[in-house]
């Protein structure tokens, strides 16, 4: 739990620094601020977050849900962008998800966030919409991608 500070931050400045060409200010907003700490918290504990550090400093993290194949946060500080800090990220969740048995794995994507899942092999699905605070949608793609299929080289 000690990194529950740096994760909220690069949460929030992963969403400020990258989110701007698809959503509103006030959807950003919304979003970096949730879900509130507290959520934060019980995903910590629930053993599903992991960190990409440099130096004891959180670079990203991420967040796979061993229950359901589900790939639910893949978070990186602007400034890590291009080092393969969310190509690693993503690796660590498909091989939690290997080693739970799942065949596919599945996310939601923001939409600046669509290009750089296709670049290792999720394949867009149907939009949805989040709903945040004040009555704002967050419109994401869903996306499933098959274990069998190559991890790809963005990054």
Request: charged share 20%; hydrophobic share 40%.
């Amino acid at each position: 739990m000690e990194d529950r500070h740096a994760i909220l931050r690069v949460h929030a400045q992963a969403i400020r620094g990258s989110a701007s060409a698809n959503y509103t200010p006030a959807q950003i907003e919304a979003w970096a601020l949730f879900p509130p700490p507290q959520g934060h918290e019980a995903a910590l504990r629930s053993g599903g977050v992991f960190v990409a550090e440099e130096n004891g400093v959180i670079l990203g993290y991420g967040q796979f849900d061993a229950n359901t194949g589900e790939v639910e946060a893949t978070y990186v500080l602007p400034q890590a962008h291009g080092r393969g800090v969310g190509r690693a990220l993503l690796a660590e969740a498909e091989s939690r998800a290997r080693r739970a048995g799942f065949e596919s794995i599945f996310l939601s994507a923001s939409l600046n966030a669509v290009r750089f899942y296709e670049g290792f092999g999720f394949e867009p699905q149907v939009k949805r919409f989040y709903e945040l605070p004040g009555g704002l949608h967050l419109e994401c793609m869903f996306m499933i991608k098959r274990l069998d299929s190559p991890a790809g080289n963005a990054g």
